[in-house]
């Protein structure tokens, strides 16, 4: 009974979370304390519906735990895990090493199929396999109606609307992306003084005259070619977003401005070594700037659009940073300053 009842209060916290990724993490934290004997993991799947990433929840941190998948040493028994991924029954069980562990694959999520694994001592009162089901029922329910609203119809990507009830929250954040801490070797737990968020402003270099002249249809597809390699290009924890017309927002945390820029370099080269059929080569201009803490979205993105601009108007296909461009006495600080009070 007290377990239904910590479900029940956990999915009245579930339901009040507007962010899919938040979501797994209260879901990890919901389970992982009711069933406090348990090892809990959320193995994140890929498009194809394989292994990608772990979370786990750390109850010393309260925290949730990320890694990369480690296929040579999976932390639950590969073959059941191969049996539960090709099955997609919401139940598969075994005994391994002492350990009873029980699976139950939650797919069909776009970015947020994930698995969850349970494993607990043979001898210990097992799951209640029909709670639990029930439970990822709503969760499933949830996140697909936060993906729908959250997501721009055209690319996939996250909208716009999503950018601005993500950055109040991040702009208050000095550790970075999310409450995730990092353990695989890309990332590890981010340090204020080598870790920070960037953002960049990505456009498409004379965007108009792809449409007047090849057609929307052609125009949407240098839109999706651009989305597909932002995928490509960052990492899960990173946040895409498109803006709207040919405009698209990155955050991602990188450790310096020069790693920063040659993060955003590499993906201006490769956007323009790419060859599509009639339209030919396309390229970008990128702005960027560092977030700082509590700054308000108005100023962050009037610095990168200002980089932008400038990238725009010295030769496009370049990455420009707001900083330097600030130091170089290029362009005049921005109007809108860190902690403003946004109107609208």
């Known amino acids: 009974m007290n377990r239904s009842r910590d479900l029940l209060d956990g999915l009245a916290h579930l339901t009040g979370i507007r962010n899919a990724q938040r979501l797994e993490q209260s879901l990890l934290k919901t389970l992982a304390g009711i069933y406090a004997s348990a090892r809990v993991w959320s193995i994140q799947l890929t498009a194809e519906g394989r292994p990608r990433r772990l979370h786990t929840f750390d109850r010393t941190r309260d925290a949730v735990v990320a890694m990369a998948f480690d296929h040579k040493a999976p932390p639950v028994p590969a073959a059941l895990l191969e049996q539960a991924l090709d099955s997609g029954q919401s139940v598969a069980e075994a005994v391994e090493s ?30 209640d396999a029909v709670l639990v089901s029930s439970f990822l029922s709503v969760y499933r329910n949830f996140v697909q109606l936060i993906d729908d609203a959250q997501t721009d119809e055209l690319t996939g990507l996250l909208n716009r609307k999503t950018f601005d009830e993500n ?27 080598a870790t920070q968020v960037w953002l960049a402003v990505i456009d498409v270099d004379d965007f108009k005259k792809i449409n007047d002249s090849f057609g929307h249809v052609y125009g949407d597809e240098v839109l999706i070619l651009l989305a597909r390699l932002l995928r490509q290009g960052f990492r899960d924890s990173d946040l895409i977003y498109r803006f ?9 945390e990188v450790a310096g401005a020069e790693q920063a820029v040659a993060t955003f370099e590499r993906l201006q080269q490769t956007v323009a070594s790419q060859d599509l059929p009639r339209v030919g080569t396309v390229t970008t201009s990128i702005g960027v700037t560092r977030v700082r803490p509590y700054q308000t979205a108005s ?46």
Do not use: M
Request: proline share 4%.
């Open 98 to 127: 002492g350990q009873r562990v029980t699976l139950f694959p939650v797919c069909g999520l776009k970015d947020f199929s994930i698995c969850l694994a349970f494993a607990l001592d043979a001898d210990a009162e097992p799951l």
């Open 167 to 193: 950055f109040q929250e991040l702009a208050t954040l000095e550790r970075g992306l999310d409450h995730a801490y990092c353990a695989d070797d890309r990332r590890t737990e981010p340090d204020p003084d």
């Open 244 to 252: 709207g017309g040919e405009e698209f927002v990155v955050l991602a």
């Open 299 to 344: 100023a962050a993105l009037d610095q990168a659009d200002q980089a932008l601009y400038y990238a725009k108007a010295n030769g496009k296909n370049q990455v420009c940073l707001y900083d330097q461009l600030l130091a170089e006495g290029a362009i005049q600080p921005s109007a809108i300053q860190t902690g403003e009070i946004e109107l609208f």
